[in-house]
């Protein structure tokens, strides 16, 4: 079996491990994740947070603007370009990603002890992957 029919298998059962446990506690995990890439990037324009997340911008704009009315996402002017924008986390949002952060670090003490290592040790690896996934999609015609 090819390593990405392995990495897709992989996606979809920790997706529905994650999903499953966080909707559980009224956590939206898609947004989570987006909150998690505002607060880390910040600031960033919606059409970074596109690149990054692997988001269609049009999908981005939906999910910030009910973000921003929900109170967890603010947005600031962008100086250089007038007609973008910056996204931070509001006080809220931070707080918001704080608790929520504590559903997720379960689900990987779980997986921790079923793998006998830390997830963690994967990080570096599939950081690459995420990179280099997002650079090919960078040279793809719209």
């Not at 607060?39 to 970074?48: G, K, L, M």
Request: glycine fraction near 6%; hydrophobic fraction near 45%.
């Amino acid at each position: 079996m090819s390593v990405l029919l392995e990495l897709h298998s992989a996606d979809r059962l920790v997706r529905a491990l994650v999903e499953g446990h966080m909707l559980a506690r009224g956590i939206r995990p898609s947004f989570f994740a987006l909150l998690c890439m505002i607060d880390i990037h910040a600031p960033i324009t919606p059409s970074a947070l596109s690149a990054e997340s692997g988001l269609r911008r049009t999908g981005i704009r939906d999910i910030v603007n009910a973000m921003v009315e929900n109170g967890h996402v603010q947005r600031r002017p962008n100086a250089a370009d007038r007609r973008s924008h910056f996204l931070e986390l509001t006080p809220a949002g931070k707080t918001f990603v704080r608790e929520a952060g504590k559903s997720l670090l379960a689900i990987e003490r779980r997986l921790d002890k079923e793998l006998g290592a830390p997830v963690e040790e994967m990080r570096a690896d599939l950081r690459g992957l995420r990179r280099a996934a997002r650079a090919i999609l960078a040279r793809l015609p719209e």
